[in-house]
């Protein structure tokens, strides 16, 4: 954890933090992922792994544009992920739960914090955001959430996260085992899966094309999403669901 001149935090990992370290009113970046499987080649972590590096990333970009103290919470393992329940190694906690979690996550850090960003790495965690933020912003909070898509990327565990995912963590990889999985676009697949989970549609749990993936373009990804999620913080223009918008897209 960096300090600032008065030896206050002013960016840096909560979770090693000691308390009086820890500054007033400070934006707090909180990974939300999950424990879901991603094909036979990328670890039940991916999601999280990713999330997780995105709010680093934009916590250190914000702090060094002097926007005030930024901390990163303990990222949040556990998502809504009932669509890949028929794959060992999942644990999804549901919508329920997951948005039960989410509005105590709020209220708790609105005790100390200032604004509140969930920096959100799997889709199926989407409707519960948007339940669970509108309704935090709906009791006053500063909070809201941003994702880390990037235009034109695929659906789940192919080139786009599995490039990311060799560029964070290659160690976790086995390109070896990689391969095409259903390369529909989601929206064509989407009605099948919600009804018949993923490995109706999928057997091996891809949706998209994992090959080709390298480090570089995994690189380039990454840069994108922190810088997209940098800017939806620094717009701070959130619709009613706590979705953090581009600068320029009007709040409805």
Request: charged share 20%; with cysteine.
């Amino acid at each position: 954890m960096s300090e600032d001149e008065g030896g206050r935090a002013a960016a840096g990992d909560l979770g090693r933090a000691v308390w009086p370290s820890v500054p007033e009113r400070a934006l707090v970046l909180v990974p939300l992922g999950s424990t879901e499987q991603h094909g036979p080649h990328l670890p039940l972590s991916t999601d999280t792994v990713i999330a997780r590096a995105v709010a680093e990333r934009a916590a250190g970009i914000l702090a060094a544009e002097a926007a005030g103290p930024v901390l990163v919470a303990p990222a949040i393992e556990y998502g809504a992920s009932g669509e890949h329940a028929g794959f060992p190694g999942t644990v999804s906690i549901g919508h329920e739960a997951l948005r039960a979690l989410l509005v105590e996550t709020v209220r708790s850090l609105a005790l100390w914090a200032g604004r509140i960003v969930f920096v959100n790495g799997h889709g199926g965690n989407v409707p519960t955001l948007d339940a669970a933020l509108g309704q935090m912003r709906g009791e006053g909070h500063d909070a809201a959430w941003a994702g880390c898509g990037v235009p034109g990327g695929d659906a789940h565990a192919g080139l786009t996260e599995t490039s990311v995912m060799l560029h964070l963590v290659p160690g976790l990889v086995r390109m070896a085992d990689a391969a095409p999985g259903d390369t529909r676009p989601l929206a064509e697949v989407l009605p099948e899966m919600i009804a018949r989970g993923v490995r109706a549609v999928s057997p091996s749990g891809v949706l998209g094309d994992p090959s080709g993936a390298t480090p570089e373009q995994g690189q380039d990804i990454l840069d994108k999403m922190v810088a997209a999620v940098v800017r939806r913080i620094g717009e701070w223009s959130a619709d009613g669901r706590g979705r953090l918008l581009d600068p320029g897209v009007p709040s409805p």
